[in-house]
């Protein structure tokens, strides 16, 4: 299995309280992401990173923020927690850039915001 | 843009009977092919991938996938259907050359009936 660790793996908290989620690899590899999953909705892509400092935004990027200051470490952040954002949130690693490689995932964090 | 449709949000088989499970995808370019498989509260396991080196594609668990080009298809089949298949199933088109990635389809879930 991909080294691949997520951190809280279980959360709740209130409204309108920062949250961090961290996502550690030990495959250096270069590519991360972060998403979330929904019923209904499959997996849906928050932010992804393509190197240190080097982020960029995917399909539901409202909301949150991430930073990747070395390349195990790539963190989601919501600066303010609204209830729409209770979610699994899953990271990701790829080899590859452009769905090249598969994607191996993190076991997930469950997050819920009262 | 990719995109990929998944027919059928929940698929019931009997044990010992065939499984398919439907995916029809949209790339303008040659595409990369995953089936993920997820677990009950587990991250998602990589199953099987295309890469146009043979249509058809045998993967782990007794699952295979075949690439139909005319038909844009990538359907997922198991011969006989195992109490353990009980899952959630996914399947990701990459290949766009964005380091976003891959793109998912909603999931089937797959009920095995005794």
């Known amino acids: 299995d991909a080294g691949i660790t997520q951190s809280p793996r279980h959360k709740v908290t209130e409204t309108g309280t920062p949250v961090t989620l961290r996502c550690h690899q030990t495959?250096?590899?270069?590519?991360m992401y972060w998403y979330r999953q929904d019923p209904g909705h499959g997996l849906r892509l928050i932010h992804y990173s393509y190197g240190v400092k080097d982020t960029d935004k995917g399909e539901v990027s409202d909301g949150y923020s991430v930073s990747r200051s070395k390349t195990e470490d790539f963190l989601l952040t919501l600066e303010s927690a609204t209830s729409s954002q209770t979610s699994v949130y899953f990271c990701?690693?790829?080899?590859?850039?452009?769905?090249?490689?598969?994607?191996?995932f993190g076991d997930g964090t469950r997050l819920s915001i009262l | 843009a990719q995109s990929v449709t998944q027919l059928g949000s929940h698929v019931s088989v009997s044990e010992g009977a065939l499984v398919l499970l439907r995916c029809n995808y949209s790339?303008?370019?040659?595409?990369?092919l995953f089936w993920y498989v997820q677990y009950p509260n587990q991250g998602l396991q990589l199953l099987l991938k295309y890469t146009s080196a043979a249509t058809l594609v045998k993967g782990i668990n007794g699952f295979e996938a075949e690439f139909k080009k005319s038909e844009t298809s990538f359907h997922l089949t198991k011969p006989s259907a195992h109490m353990s298949d009980a899952a959630e199933y996914f399947c990701a088109v990459g290949g766009g050359g964005g380091a976003d990635g891959l793109t998912f389809g909603k999931g089937t879930h797959l009920i095995i009936q005794p």
């Open positions: 990701a690693i790829s080899a590859d850039r452009g769905g090249n490689q598969p994607q191996h």
């Open positions: 790339s303008s370019v040659p595409p990369y």
């Open positions: 495959e250096n590899h270069r590519y």
